[in-house]
């Protein structure tokens, strides 16, 4: 842990967090190995994420979720339009602004990234005991509830 933690969270906090955060940097890497098979970039393919799993944004609102600046967004929209991947809409409440959205190109790109990853992760946890996947199961739901207050 870096110089700088809160002091007065408890010490089992901080190094359960710890390991969690490593744990899930591991096994996010891990599983973004399958992402090439698609053939697209993993900005794009982030990107794309948030399009298709949380809808359509506008250029400020989808680099403000990759947590990029807008000119680096620019480029890798540009690039999804180039493969088709998504659709570029006038924002009806705002002429200025655009919507940006997934397109059917799009959703099923991702669509059969997720079911790679999922299948990946699924063929891994097919060896672990009904007790360990029970647990696991348990920590997955405490995990996307604390994810919520993150």
């Not at 744990?23 to 053939?39: P, Q």
């Not at 794009?44 to 809808?55: D, H, K, R, Y």
């Amino acid at each position: 842990m870096q110089a700088g933690s809160q002091s007065s969270i408890p010490h089992q906090a901080v190094e359960t967090a710890d390991r969690l955060h490593s744990a899930a940097i591991h096994l996010l890497r891990g599983l973004r190995k399958h992402d090439r098979e698609s053939g697209v970039g993993p900005a794009q393919l982030s990107a794309l994420s948030v399009l298709v799993f949380g809808g359509p944004k506008s250029l400020a609102k989808l680099a403000q979720a990759e947590q990029v600046k807008a000119p680096t967004m620019s480029r890798i929209v540009a690039g999804l339009l180039r493969g088709k991947f998504i659709q570029i809409k006038t924002d009806a409440a705002d002429r200025r602004a655009v919507v940006i959205s997934a397109g059917e190109k799009g959703v099923r790109l991702m669509q059969v990234a997720r079911t790679r990853r999922v299948e990946s992760l699924a063929r891994a946890l097919s060896t672990l005991s009904q007790s360990d996947l029970e647990q696991l199961r348990k920590s997955a739901t405490m995990i996307e509830r604390l994810s919520r207050s993150v």
